[in-house]
Structures are given as C-alpha cells and as structure tokens.
C-alpha cells in the first residue's frame, strides 16, 4: 500500500475544508443580526416583485420610471446583501414571506388607477419601514459588515423615500 498518496489527499482535504470553511466563515454575525438579513432580504425581494409589476402595469408614466428605479436599485442592493450573507455563512430567503405574498397576489389583482394607488402607497410605507429599521438595525448592531451595507445603500433608500413621496396618486404628492 502507498501511504504517500494517502497523505497528499488527506492534507488536500485538510487544507481544502479549512479554506471554504474561512471563505464562509470570514465574519461572525449574531442572530439579531442574521434575522435582519434574512427580513431584509425578503423585503428586498417584495420590493422587486412590486416594482416589476408596476412596470408593466401602472398607467402612469411617473410610476413607471419610479418602478424600473427601484428595480434596478433593489437588484444591485439584493447582491450586496446576497454576497455579504454568503460571506459570513448566512442563508438567505428565495422570496418574500407569506404576508408579501398575499400582498402582491392583491396587487395583482388591480388595474389601472386602483393599482397605481395602491402601489404608491405601498412604496411609501415599504420605504418608511426601510429608513427605520435600517437606522434600528444600525444603532444596534456591533457588525462592520452590517453598518457599512446600511450606510452604502441609506441614499438609495432615501431617494426611493423622497420620489415615491411625490409620486402621482401619492397623499403628498
């Protein structure tokens, strides 16, 4: 028996193991922190869904535009988030929870006038919760990880805030 090849591949699987282990392992995040991801990212997902939606359907040019905004802006912010909860080992859901989902299937189930309303005023409030739990998650988490994703992305949020405030059918607006 050739013990040799044996050891080669036993510290190929040694060394191997502990590289993907710290690739996955590079942060640590406490449990608050994971369940504001994993929320966060299903609100991320909401969000797309909607704004798709809306794309197609509004009948306003103004929310059109908004939703391709939010589109995009909720595409480039679900890989930041994707990739920081694959770096620190985080499983992160496929979609919206129950509630967004029954949520969308409403929305789906209007037209025209009524569904722009009801996308502006969900846009508004999506973007309320947004700003206050980012700001909650911030003051209370001790991660750099977490704080700098929250920071990077605060304008966006902040943006998305102002302009659906002054959307068509918006009560500010």
């Known amino acids: 028996m050739n013990v040799r090849p044996t050891l080669i591949a036993a510290a190929l699987a040694l060394y191997g193991g502990s590289a993907l282990a710290a690739s996955q392992g590079s942060c640590q995040l406490s449990r608050a922190d994971q369940n504001f ?16 939606l809306a794309s197609e359907r509004a009948t306003n040019p103004q929310i059109q535009q908004y939703a391709n905004m939010v589109t995009q802006d909720h595409a480039q912010y679900q890989a930041a988030l994707d990739n920081l909860a694959q770096n620190c080992g985080v499983a992160l859901p496929a979609s919206p929870d129950a509630a967004q989902q029954s949520r969308l299937s409403h929305l789906r189930s209007l037209k025209g006038a009524s569904f722009d309303g009801a996308y502006v005023q969900d846009a508004k409030s999506i973007n309320a919760e947004d700003i206050e739990q980012a700001q909650n998650e911030e003051n209370r988490t001790q991660s750099d990880q977490v704080k700098n994703l929250i920071n990077q992305f605060r304008p966006v949020d902040q943006k998305h805030e102002q302009q659906a405030n002054n959307l068509p059918g918006s009560t500010n607006g």
Do not use: F, R
């Open 37 to 52: 991801l994993q929320k966060d990212a299903q609100g991320s997902l909401y969000e797309q869904d909607i704004s798709q």
